[in-house]
């Protein structure tokens, strides 16, 4: 359904907002939570925009509990400190199967009992999280921290699409708190790093710091850009529901609208809980998101409260911890990998082994400093494993098992690819090539420039650029709006057609929004969103240039080291050289003026006075600035419109007395929805 939002009054608006924000949590609820979503991702953008469309045109319909809302807010100086009325737990931990018995003993001696189930579920790799939900509304979010206090991170929670705003189902509890893990998908994680490394950022070392770092954030904003995800397995303060088992929370936090535990299952005996971590152990890399245990839970709740708790632990609950996957292979070669950045990084290449579910043969050695404290060698046999079980890394060199005459691993003092000077400076770990057209790096930023979130010329590959850079053809980005075709003509396998195409794309990447040329510069530490911020705030390539440190450390979540990097590109010759040369081809270096001609309230000043029918006095101003008028709480000269509510007070008077135009609330609605 596409809705003409130009036809829709103001009470339309009222109903139809309603019923698109049930039809977005109903497919958000299939997409995000039970991975059966019912209609394609264009259908789902299609009702979103319309939402986004009607909000806007109609702002005081705006609630914090609709799903256009998950977009975050402003940043916070810190997070509140949240008192976890229960705490929250950690949990002990079992290695091996004698771990497992002893646990099973301990309970039964402490029960007196045999007749109990265990509940068996996978344990997932993130950070913990508990939601406050009051008559159904999630009112706050707050981290675990030491288990007695942690962080109100109520604005970030608000942003995970698979976390309800508001509860589903039919029994909502007064006050319940869900508890349940943040993490970050496997493959998100990836995409992630991929970007943070394109844009010079560090990459986070697994999935579990990434799911960190993205939730305590304060801008949530930042937070909204993360792909996170809730699980739960769960809950804290309750009222008004009491439950007999474990499994049976589960199963209500999954009518409230959670994904819960993957794989919770009761099970009779011991030796049944021991086969089960025996099967998830090997099965481990089956799921999208990391897991690194089996938590085994007694399910009846009065006999966990009946065990009780230590001041850190259950004594009802133990987590199995699956061991690493380790793996021995043989060291072929140890090559030097350059970035966009100059930096060089040595890089093992060893035997095809599989870890973690996948083939690996090479891992990278981080810097000099690095291989030196493996003492890493060609032909050495070493033993690899995966970081956070995600990123292949050398965990040591076998050296009892190492041949003869192996020669220790020297860093190059030249760049592989340029041979120019590759240097590394005082008080740094990082060897890097200080030749700035040295072709590695050359590539990577014209690459940078224009992928996707970036000028986004779409069909030039690396191939294209890498012949465009050898073959002399250009030597910088700039270069790429003065290709001819018969310059693209000269590459391999390039014809007429791709070479339009490509041709085509670079004109229309002319017309890229600000923010996108600023990301697309490839400015040490500038990422995606916050090439957005500097073009929000400063609105042009020279404004950006002539901002001070200062200025640039007032855009809130900035740190020196970016105003800094900002600086240093704007005070480069051939920086400003490539700008000019981009400038003289046109491309757009300021932010488009947001077309405020056709807004209904521009340049009118108003004022309200007596009570309104249809909005709170808040709703009524805020529709004002939308519009593009001021609301002001004072009549002067200037005042232009006074609208007046219910027992409009002195203000009325004094409007007629200044013979400023004075209307009602309907005639203001009127106004405002075009009617
Ligand atoms: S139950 C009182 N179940 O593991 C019981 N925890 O190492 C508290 N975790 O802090 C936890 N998956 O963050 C439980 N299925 C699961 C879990 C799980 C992951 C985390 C949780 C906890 C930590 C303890």
């Not at 018995?101 to 996978?122: A, G, S």
């Not at 990998?337 to 090479?362: H, K, M, N, W, Y």
Request: aromatic residues 6%.
């Amino acid at each position: 359904m596409k809705i003409d939002i130009s036809a829709v009054s103001f009470e339309e608006a009222k109903d139809l907002v309603k019923k698109l924000r049930h039809t977005i949590q109903h497919h958000n609820y299939l997409y995000y939570t039970r991975n059966e979503p019912e209609i394609s991702d264009h259908e789902y953008d299609q009702i979103f925009q319309d939402l986004i469309a009607l909000e806007k045109k109609f702002p005081s319909l705006v609630t914090p509990d609709s799903p256009s809302q998950r977009v975050g807010a402003s940043p916070l100086k810190e997070f509140k400190t949240v008192q976890h009325k229960i705490p929250m737990l950690s949990l002990g931990n079992a290695f091996n199967n004698e771990d497992l018995i002893n646990f099973d003993k301990r309970i039964k001696k402490e029960l007196k009992t045999e007749i109990f189930q265990y509940v068996t579920e996978l344990k997932m790799d993130g950070l913990a999280v508990s939601i406050r939900y009051e008559n159904g509304v999630l009112i706050q979010g707050a981290t675990r921290g030491n288990g007695v206090s942690g962080e109100d991170v109520s604005l970030n929670v608000r942003t995970i699409k698979n976390i309800p705003l508001k509860l589903f189902g039919n029994t909502i509890p007064p006050v319940i708190e869900v508890r349940g893990e943040v993490i970050m998908y496997k493959k998100d994680f990836e995409e992630l790093n991929k970007e943070r490394e394109k844009n010079s950022e560090p990459p986070f070392a697994n999935p579990r710091n990434a799911a960190a770092g993205s939730l305590r954030q304060l801008d949530s904003r930042i937070t909204a850009q993360r792909k996170l995800q809730m699980i739960s397995y769960g809950i804290g303060e309750v009222e008004g529901i009491s439950f007999g088992t474990h499994l049976e929370i589960l199963e209500f936090l999954q009518k409230l609208g959670f994904k819960t535990s993957p794989e919770a299952a009761p099970c009779n005996e011991i030796n049944e809980v021991i086969e089960r971590c025996d099967y998830y152990k090997n099965h481990k890399n089956d799921y999208p998101f990391e897991a690194d245990g089996i938590v085994i839970k007694v399910n009846e709740i009065a006999l966990q409260k009946k065990l009780g708790a230590t001041s850190h632990e259950p004594r009802w609950a133990i987590a199995y911890k699956f061991p690493p996957e380790e793996a021995e292979t043989t060291v072929k070669n140890i090559i030097i990998q350059v970035g966009r950045t100059g930096i060089l990084t040595p890089v093992a290449v060893f035997d095809p082994v599989e870890l973690e579910g996948s083939i690996v043969s090479r891992a990278t050695l981080h810097n000099e400093d690095q291989v030196k404290r493996l003492d890493i060698r060609i032909n050495d046999n070493i033993v690899v494993r995966k970081a956070g079980s995600v990123i292949p890394e050398v965990v040591r060199v076998l050296r009892e098992k190492r041949p003869q005459n192996t020669q220790p691993f020297t860093m190059p003092d030249k760049c592989p690819i340029c041979d120019g000077p590759a240097v590394r400076f005082e008080g740094e770990s990082a060897t890097r090539c200080i030749n700035v057209s040295c072709p590695a790096q050359v590539k990577e930023r014209i690459a940078h420039f224009a992928s996707r979130n970036a000028m986004d010329i779409d069909a030039l590959g690396d191939k294209i650029i890498d012949q465009l850079v050898d073959k002399k053809i250009i030597s910088d980005y700039s270069d790429l709006y003065y290709l001819k075709k018969e310059d693209l003509l000269k590459l391999e396998r390039m014809g007429e057609i791709l070479a339009e195409k490509i041709l085509r794309n670079i004109q229309q990447s002319k017309n890229k929004n600000l923010s996108n040329l600023i990301y697309a510069l490839g400015i040490f530490q500038i990422g995606k969103y916050t090439a957005s911020l500097l073009a929000k705030t400063f609105k042009s390539i020279d404004a950006l240039k002539a901002a001070t440190e200062d200025e640039i450390l007032a855009i809130g979540g900035l740190g020196p080291i970016t105003a800094q990097s900002i600086k240093k590109f704007f005070a480069s010759n051939q920086n400003i050289e490539i700008l000019r040369k981009l400038k003289t081809v046109g491309i757009k270096m300021e932010e488009e003026e947001i077309k405020t001609q056709n807004l209904p309230l521009k340049g009118e000043k108003i004022v309200f006075t007596g009570t309104l029918k249809n909005f709170s006095r808040g709703e009524a101003q805020d529709i004002v600035k939308n519009l593009g008028g001021e609301a002001l709480e004072t009549i002067t000269k200037a005042t232009t419109i006074v609208i007046t509510g219910e027992n409009p007070g002195s203000k009325y008077k004094k409007a007629k007395a200044l013979g400023i135009k004075i209307i009602s609330e309907d005639e203001f609605k009127k106004l405002i929805t075009g009617g």
